[in-house]
């Protein structure tokens, strides 16, 4: 069927459609019997739940808590009776056949969520929004509660509805979480709905949102509660300092990071954190959201020893100079966020940039306790040590091989192949499948053969 409208009809002489007021499914639980209704809206955070006539709805409530679902989300089953929302604040005068019930958001409960630093937009579905997405925009969040407001005009959010949650930023999408709605309360900016994250993956999903655009909620709050942020691979930034503002963060970074450890504690202005070399090598900013995590520094000496901190303390072998190598410094990762991989990735970046200088090898000097993390990745120690250059801790001087490794064939070329898979594809990619060649010769390795399936299978 198709309707036709003439050009001169206007708009406002169309007469309007009243606005039909839904009446939502629910099921309210009493002493594990259930009573189906549905549900209607008082004013802003009270709810009345009316009973059907079968079964009988009882005559007094004497329970201190009833369970609240909405059939819609399929939560009634008794087997899943964690979905149902517990309502401790209700009224109920005896044979009345409806049940009164707030849903306001008291002030504590937002207290003990942490705020966002961006903008965290989300968009809102399931099976109680009659198949409708609702578009809103996260406030605060913890990696168990969520406060969200959104635009809800035809008000289909209710509580106890099971929803599902996709949020994303100007950077990344962060995926989507299941939840229920605790709470709501209806204002002129929208429906703000305080919502109960469900599911252990959903939690830990929630955690790694938070750390990544709460400033307040770091890698110990994550320990303390017993996840594992494993997941920062796509939520973390590596980008090149190009201003003053950003060469500002590297500074306050690297400043914070040694304080930590105790070094130079009255260094107490940026300035201080400043080094020669810096203007004239790339300096990398590593950012988990907007939040600035990790810095390091990437020296192409271009065969000049004067770009060449290392080589102002100790002496260099001479076959490091003949094929060329790049040096990595001021690798320093903030107090809050160690332990999390990021040195890792951060080293990822590092590496690429030094493939596409064409670069063999790759210099830098480790503390004790982080020469075997580099080991792993096929490093080897030079039996050079030097001091370090804002303490009187004592470093030993490496380096990586880049091409040799792409022809190796044991667990350092597969642990290398995991960490830094995308980026060796990335620079095949550019340079052609025979970029691991070493001296003439075509890549055997382990990486070798992946990089030509690859290239046979165009995967790049």
Known sequence: MSVLVHQDC???????????????????????????????????????????????????????WIGLSVTADHSFALGRARCVLPLRDFDHLPGQKRVLFGSRIPDDWTARLHQTSETLAVRISGPVLEGCSLLGE??????????????????????????TIEGWTKWVNLGSIAAQVNAIERSELGTVAYVDIVGRSSTEKAAHWALAVSPTFTAHGMWTLGFKADKLNDWLTVSQVVDRNDLAMVYRLRRDANQFFGRRPDAVDLANWADPLDQCAIVLL??????????????????????????????????????????????????????????????????????MSNSRYLVFDAIPKLAPLYEKIGAI?????????????????????????????????????????RMLGRYAGVQGADAFKLNGARPNGLIGLCVRAAAWLHLF
Do not use: C
């Not at 406030?139 to 106890?160: G, H, N, R, T, Y």
């Open 138 to 163: 996260i406030k605060a969040l913890s990696p168990f509660k969520l406060l969200v407001i959104v635009d809800d005009p035809e008000l289909l959010i209710v509580p106890a509805a099971r929803i």
């Open 381 to 421: 120690d030079l039996q050079l040590q030097k001091k370090h250059q804002d303490s009187d801790e004592i470093e030993t001087v490496m380096y990586l091989d880049i091409r040799a490794l792409m022809r190796q064939f044991d667990l350092r070329a597969l642990y290398l192949l995991v960490k830094f898979g």
């Open 10 to 64: 206007q708009i406002s002489s169309l007469p309007a459609v009243p606005r039909v007021v839904r009446k939502p499914r629910a099921v309210l639980w009493i002493a594990s019997r259930r009573y189906p209704g549905y549900l209607d809206e008082l004013d802003s955070g009270r709810w009345a739940f009316n009973f059907d006539a079968q079964p009988t709805p009882p005559e007094s409530i004497k329970a201190a």
């Open 286 to 355: 590593a950012r988990l959201g907007q939040k600035p995590v990790a810095s390091a520094r990437l020296v192409l000496n271009g065969g000049d020893p004067k770009r060449s901190e290392m080589a102002q303390i100790v002496r260099l072998p001479e076959f490091l100079w003949q094929q060329g190598f790049a040096e990595v410094s001021r690798v320093v990762v903030h107090p809050d966020y160690q332990g999390l991989s990021v040195r890792i990735l951060l080293f990822r970046e590092v590496a690429r940039l030094a493939l």
